[in-house]
């Protein structure tokens, strides 16, 4: 078989390992790298880090209507215990309509009745922090619910005190909206108000209405919005739409995507030149980084779905840092190739400006489930994936079940971006099915039948099962996690992504004076460790299939963590 020489192999390793060290040096911001009471220096508590994704709706009923709640996440904080996590992320909880689940928010400051209420909130706050781990909540900027007094304000009269609060405008000569802009959710961005004669914006559904950030009342208010949760005691945001939330002044029509075709869905009918990803959207992000910092040690992690050299800037610069950690989602839809997915690595490393620390995503509440896209074994070589790269990764609820693709019948649809565009495969219901938690009634989520459809395999792939089998997703994701933590090189340390063989993926970890190896084997047939020259294998440490196996040898969609000495 074609094998690339040691030598070379670690000639690379050294050249992208210096740059990656230039690259992982703190000292951007005051809040990259902290004194403690010793006067030591110590990182932030999200460089280490793992963060678990919890919807809300789909965690656990604790009050028999079919949806999840805040009593019921508390309830099973003993699960996020379990796996290892070091926070929590709530997708969110606001007051709201729910025509968008909780993406369009009636109220900001109070829970939605469906979850709980404050009091609920602040008990699951206390607890998780009792238990040592972290809270971040969904902030919602963009937009809000047209059920908001904010918008029911705004819409009365064209001359009320909050007309000004979102974007309204005349229509076109021909009563047409005012200009070209989709909506993510399909169809035209703007919704006429009959009342008023004029349209507002919306860049999700009519039901969202987007608010004005160039109106300095509303920055305010939203300020306001965020010390409000601070001052409860949560430990930071994600930010939602983070690029969407300032538009060119004089809304100019975007151009023309001359690459769309139809069954694309109708966002992509314009490029989103003038409607996201405006230059005053970083003073935005940046106002809500010094307010976040004034806290202390809170994150902000930034909602960015743009190129590797925009999603970057958010992280802002040395006089105007922005957040914490644009999330990355390069790993979503890259095609499942070694020597691609080292590209990725190498490149957002490159990318990230002094100070600017990395994170990885591989699921959420929107994107299809990764055993669904990858098959169970490889989703396995994903998790070790993403457990062992540098920076801070999430995971979403369910992915440590190895969940894959569940059946959503028409009539259980939920999904408003599905219901608006059918048959493009734009559902994300799939991705939000109730968690397994056992093989009883309703597998332990509820006491009725949920809300969506539980995976087709919740008898025998749920919690109770999986904690019994040492083999089972579950397990290897708890494995990952315990030697994250125990082997600091997994967490903080440098990264040198290495050349190696067709399908094989290969990396070192370092820290001091441990080197670690990860060798993931993304094909189908059996392949060999490439050691770098001047090092050798030492031991096994954790294997995706289980069992010691040969040091130097990879099965078929093996992944494996190896000890190596030597430099």
Known sequence: MMRYSTRNTGQAAVRLRGAIR????????????????????????????????????????????????????????????????????????????????????????????????????????????????????????????????????????????????????????????????????????WEFDPATGQYYLHAFLREQADLNWRNPEVVAAMGNVLRFWFDRGVDGFRIDVLWHCIKAEALPDNPLNPDFRPGMGEKLAVLQHHSADQPEVHGIAHGFRRLADSYGERLLVGEICLPLERQVAYYGTDEAPGVHLPFNFQLFDAPWDAAVLARIIADYEAALPPGGWPNWVLGSHDSPRLAGRLGETQARVAAMLLLTLRGTPTLYQGDELGIGKVTIPPDRIRDPQDLRQPGLGLGRDGAR?????????????STVEPWLPLNDDWPTRNVAVQDKDPASMLNLYRALLRLRRSHPALAIGDIAVLPSQPDVLQYLRRQDDETLLVALNLGGRPRSVDVPQGMALHERLLSTVGGPGEASALAAGEGAIMRVEGR
């Open 22 to 189: 230039t690259i992982g040096r703190a000292g951007r911001s005051s809040t990259m790298v902290v004194a403690d009471a010793a006067g030591s220096m110590r990182r932030p508590w999200w460089e280490s880090a793992v963060i678990y994704q919890i919807y809300p709706r789909s965690f656990q009923d604790s009050d028999g209507d079919g949806i999840g709640d805040l009593e019921g996440i508390r309830r099973r904080l003993d699960h996020a215990c379990r796996l290892g996590v070091d926070a929590i992320w709530l997708s969110p909880i606001f007051t709201s309509p729910m025509a968008d689940f909780g993406y369009d928010v009636a109220d900001y400051c109070d829970v939605a009745a469906i979850f709980g209420d404050l009091a609920a909130f602040d008990r699951l706050l206390a607890e998780a922090h009792g238990r040592g781990l972290k809270l971040l909540l969904d902030f919602v900027p963009n937009h809000t619910s047209i059920a908001h007094p904010w918008f029911v304000e705004s819409r009365a009269a064209r001359t009320g005190p909050k007309r000004d609060w979102y974007i309204w405008r005349d229509g076109r000569p021909d009563g047409g909206p005012p200009n070209n802009w989709t909506s993510d959710m399909g169809g035209s961005a």
């Open 433 to 445: 099915t109730p968690m397994p938690w056992d093989a009883g009634a309703y597998a332990g989520f």
